[in-house]
C-alpha cells in the first residue's frame, strides 16, 4: 500500500513542468528579448542616425555585452550550489533592466558629453550582458531540469518562440510610444518596458519551481562540486566537450550571416532599404519560426520513439541551412530573376529546425552529469554560444569587406562567404552526429562510469 502511493508520488513529481509552466519561462524569455532589443535596435539607431556616430561604437558595444556572458558558466554554478533558480532569474532581469536603462541615459549624453557617456555606456552593457546571462541561464536551466525528455523539443520551441516574440512585440511597441521623438520621451518608455519586464518575470515565476520535475540521473542528489571541479569534470566528458564545440561552430555560422543578409538583397538585386527589410523579414524570420514550430512539434512527437533523441533534427536543420547559403551562393552570381524569397525561407527554416533541435539536445545533456548540475552545464554552452554570436557578426561584416576588397566584384565576394558558412554548418552536422542524441548521453554515463571504477577524481 505505502509502496503503491509512493511510487504514485514520484509518478506525479516526474511529470514536471505542464505547457502552462513552460509558457511561463516563455515570457520570462520573452522579457529577456524585449530588453535586448532596445539596446541593440532602438539605441543602435540613436547612436548612429541621431548622435551621428560611428556604428563601431554601438557594434563594440553590443560585442562587450557578449563578452561579458563569458560568465555565464560561474552565474549558472551559482543557482546550482543554491539549489534555487527562480531568484537568480529574477535578480538577472533587474540587473538587466537597469543596464538598459542606464544604456538609455548613456545613450542620450552622447551628443554633449561623449566621453562620461561612453564610459557609463560600458558599465551599462556589462550591466546587460551579466543580466542576460545570470537570468538567461538559470531560466534555461530550470526548463532544462523541470521538463520530460519527450516535451524538450516542443519546450524550446515555445520559448524561443516567445522570446521571439518578445522582441517583436517590444519594437512595434517602443516604436510607437517614442514618436513624436525626444530624449524625455525615449527615458520614459524605456523605464515603462524595464518596469513591465521586471514585473512579468517575478509572476511569471512565482511558485514556480515547485512544479519542476527532476529528470537527472540517480546522481542527482549528490552535493554540486566547486566552480573548478565542476568544469574538470564537463571538460572530462566526450559528450559534453563535443557539445560545446559544436554549439560554437554552429552558432558562427548561424550568426555570420545576420549582418549580410540585408547587404545582399541591396547589393545584388537592387532592393530599396525598405523593400530588403521586407523581404528579409517576411521570408527568413518566417521560415525560421515555421522551422521552430515544425521542429517543435515534430521532435516531440518522434524523439521518444527514436534511440537518438533529436539529432536527425539537428542534423537536418544544419543541412537544410547550407543548402539554403549554398543557393544564396549561386544567387549572387546571377541576380534576378532567382527567387530570393524561396530561398530566404528555405535558410530560415532550416535555422529554425536547427536552432530548436539544438537547444532541446542541450537540455537532454544538461542532465547528465554525475555531479554538475544543469545551471553550469547551460552556461558553459551559454558561454560558448556568446562568442560564437560575437564573433560570427563581426566574421560575416569583415569577411564580406575583405572579400569585395580582393575579388572586385561583389557577387563573387558575397558567394566566396557564403559558401564559407555553408561548410561551417557542414562541419555543424558532421559534429553533431556524435554530439547530440540520446547516445551522447550514455556514453557520457559511460565514460564516468568507468571513471568512478578506476579512481578516477574529476577535482
Not at 531568484?87 to 533592466?97: E, K, M, Q, R
Not at 543580466?131 to 519546450?155: F, K, M, N
Not at 566552480?227 to 571538460?235: C, H, K, M, N, P
Not at 512539434?297 to 520513439?305: K, L, N, P, T, Y
Request: proline content about 3%; glycine content about 14%.
Amino acid at each position: 500500500m505505502h509502496a503503491a502511493t509512493a511510487s504514485t508520488l514520484t509518478e506525479a513529481k516526474n511529470t514536471g513542468f505542464g505547457w502552462l509552466a513552460i509558457i511561463r519561462i516563455g515570457l520570462v524569455q520573452a522579457s529577456i528579448g524585449a530588453l535586448v532589443m532596445l539596446t541593440t535596435a532602438v539605441l543602435n539607431r540613436l547612436m548612429v542616425v541621431e548622435f551621428q556616430l560611428a556604428a563601431a561604437i554601438p557594434a563594440g558595444l553590443v560585442a562587450w555585452h557578449y563578452a561579458v556572458q563569458l560568465g555565464r558558466p560561474l552565474f549558472g554554478h551559482g543557482s546550482d550550489k543554491g539549489a534555487k533558480r527562480v531568484p537568480w532569474i529574477i535578480g538577472g532581469l533587474a540587473v538587466l533592466a537597469a543596464g538598459a536603462l542606464l544604456a538609455t541615459q548613456a545613450t542620450l549624453m552622447m551628443g554633449d558629453s561623449f566621453g562620461l557617456a561612453f564610459a557609463l555606456a560600458l558599465l551599462a552593457y556589462a550591466l546587460i550582458g551579466a543580466g542576460v546571462g545570470a537570468g538567461g541561464t538559470s531560466a534555461l536551466a530550470l526548463l532544462a531540469s523541470g521538463v520530460a525528455p519527450q516535451r524538450r523539443a516542443a519546450a524550446a520551441a515555445v520559448t524561443w518562440i516567445m522570446m521571439v516574440g518578445g522582441i517583436v512585440a517590444s519594437a512595434i511597441t517602443v516604436g510607437i510610444l517614442i514618436k513624436p521623438y525626444s530624449p524625455e520621451r525615449v527615458l520614459e518608455v524605456a523605464g515603462g518596458l524595464a518596469l513591465v519586464t521586471v514585473v512579468v518575470t517575478v509572476l511569471a515565476t512565482f511558485r514556480l519551481e515547485r512544479q519542476a520535475g527532476h529528470f537527472r540521473d540517480e546522481h542527482s542528489n549528490a552535493p554540486a562540486p566547486d566552480f573548478r571541479a565542476a568544469l574538470a569534470e564537463i571538460w572530462h566528458e566526450a559528450a559534453a566537450r563535443r557539445f560545446t564545440i559544436f554549439i560554437f561552430v554552429s552558432m558562427i555560422a548561424f550568426s555570420m550571416q545576420d549582418l549580410i543578409l540585408e547587404p545582399f538583397a541591396g547589393l545584388i538585386f537592387d532592393m530599396a532599404p525598405g523593400d530588403s527589410t521586407k523581404t528579409v523579414g517576411q521570408f527568413h524570420q518566417g521560415g525560421i519560426l515555421i522551422g521552430m514550430i515544425v521542429a517543435g512539434v515534430g521532435g516531440s512527437a518522434f524523439s521518444a520513439r527514436r534511440a537518438d533523441g533529436l539529432r536527425p533534427w539537428v542534423v537536418g536543420g544544419c543541412l537544410a541551412s547550407a543548402l539554403g547559403l549554398g543557393a544564396l551562393g549561386l544567387a549572387a552570381v546571377s541576380g534576378p530573376p532567382w527567387p530570393l524569397g524561396l530561398n530566404l525561407f528555405v535558410l530560415g527554416f532550416g535555422n529554425g529546425v536547427f536552432a530548436v533541435a539544438a537547444i532541446g539536445s542541450m537540455m537532454g545533456l544538461a542532465g547528465a552529469g554525475e555531479n554538475t548540475r544543469e545551471g553550469v552545464r547551460m552556461g558553459v554552452w551559454g558561454a560558448s554560444q556568446a562568442i560564437a554570436f560575437g564573433l560570427g557578426g563581426l566574421l560575416g561584416a569583415l569577411g564580406l569587406d575583405a572579400a569585395r576588397a580582393a575579388l572586385g566584384n561583389d557577387g563573387a565576394a558575397f558567394q566566396l562567404v557564403f559558401a564559407i558558412e555553408a561548410g561551417a554548418f557542414v562541419l555543424a552536422a558532421l559534429l553533431a552526429i556524435k554530439a547530440t542524441g540520446a547516445q551522447a548521453i550514455r556514453a557520457s554515463n559511460m565514460t564516468r562510469e568507468g571513471a568512478q571504477a578506476s579512481g578516477e577524481s574529476y577535482a
